[in-house]
């Protein structure tokens, strides 16, 4: 059995923040005062302290001076993933274009797309934005056979979307898949993103399909994973075994 290697503080972080995430700490309601802490994970008060700062900086609790430490409402975002997203037609939701170029595309990206060895494609480089606040950065690549000479190729926000632009040019979106990890941000996605310490991302990497099975968009997708919720809709067949 492995044992947990993580600092003490970090340890009491975790526990907590799993005990709010599943409801036993309901919004609105206190923690247990300091010495309890203290006393329930065995800890010195300046380790509790230290995972407090944690939760605080999450933005899962906040101090109210003379009061306590109590459980903040979760402003979780629920997502259900789509293809694509048009800015506008959710409230508040828009983006930054950071960056779009010809480029070599990363392997899993390239393998994705059925690139072979040197073949280009087109990256469009965003930062998603809710109400201003950034929350998702996206690397969309589209083979450089297709998008060059198109407006997914300029830069510039294309009227419309990708989804219009890749049926104008005869691809139009049939189906996606999705892969997901969770790993710890980058440098530049702690900055981008405005993380917090210590908290993971969720990674998604997203293969657009359009007639025949072709691939004609890979994107890899890093949102924060403290506010974001992901919800997967399917129908069963009630006869599958």
Same mark, same amino acid.
Request: with cysteine.
């Given at each position: 059995?492995?044992?947990?290697?993580r600092?003490?503080?970090q340890?009491?972080?975790?526990d907590?923040?799993?005990?709010?995430?599943?409801?036993?700490i309901?919004?609105?309601?206190?923690?247990?005062?300091?010495?309890?802490?203290?006393?329930g994970y065995?800890?010195?008060?300046?380790t509790?302290?230290r995972?407090?700062?944690?939760?605080?900086?999450?933005?899962?609790v906040?101090?109210?001076?003379?009061?306590?430490v109590?459980?903040c409402?979760?402003r979780?975002?629920?997502?259900?993933p789509?293809?694509?997203?048009v800015?506008?037609?959710?409230?508040?939701?828009?983006?930054? !274009?950071?960056? +779009?170029? /010809?480029? $070599?595309p990363?392997?899993?990206? &390239?393998?994705a *797309?059925?690139?072979?060895?040197?073949?280009?494609a087109?990256?469009r480089?965003?930062?998603?934005?809710?109400?201003r606040e950034?929350?998702?950065?996206?690397?969309s690549?589209y083979?450089?056979?297709i998008?060059?000479?198109?407006?997914?190729a300029l830069?510039?926000k294309?009227?419309?979307?990708?989804?219009l632009?890749?049926?104008?040019l005869g691809?139009?979106?049939?189906?996606m898949?999705?892969?997901l990890?969770?790993?710890?941000?980058?440098?530049?996605?702690?900055?981008?993103?405005?993380?917090?310490?210590?908290?993971?991302?969720?990674r998604? !990497?997203?293969? +657009?399909f /359009?007639? $025949?099975?072709?691939?004609?968009? &890979?994107?890899? *997708?890093?949102k924060s994973g403290?506010?974001?919720?992901?919800?997967?809709?399917?129908?069963?067949d009630?006869?599958?075994?």
């Amino acid at each position: 059995m492995t044992r947990d290697r993580r600092a003490n503080h970090q340890r009491v972080a975790a526990d907590l923040r799993a005990k709010i995430m599943a409801g036993e700490i309901p919004p609105r309601s206190a923690l247990p005062s300091t010495q309890q802490l203290i006393d329930g994970y065995g800890v010195a008060n300046s380790t509790v302290q230290r995972a407090l700062t944690t939760l605080k900086d999450e933005g899962l609790v906040a101090g109210e001076r003379g009061r306590g430490v109590f459980v903040c409402e979760r402003r979780l975002r629920l997502n259900e993933p789509l293809p694509y997203r048009v800015p506008g037609l959710d409230d508040g939701y828009g983006y930054d !274009l950071l960056e +779009v170029s /010809t480029t $070599r595309p990363p392997v899993e990206v &390239a393998a994705a *797309l059925d690139l072979k060895p040197g073949q280009q494609a087109v990256l469009r480089r965003r930062l998603m934005r809710v109400n201003r606040e950034p929350v998702e950065l996206i690397w969309s690549y589209y083979p450089a056979s297709i998008a060059v000479g198109s407006p997914l190729a300029l830069p510039g926000k294309i009227r419309g979307g990708a989804p219009l632009a890749l049926a104008d040019l005869g691809y139009p979106q049939r189906r996606m898949e999705d892969r997901l990890t969770v790993r710890l941000p980058t440098s530049a996605e702690l900055e981008l993103l405005e993380l917090p310490m210590e908290v993971p991302v969720i990674r998604r !990497l997203r293969v +657009v399909f /359009t007639d $025949r099975d072709l691939a004609v968009e &890979a994107s890899i *997708l890093v949102k924060s994973g403290h506010r974001s919720e992901l919800l997967y809709r399917r129908s069963l067949d009630s006869g599958a075994q």
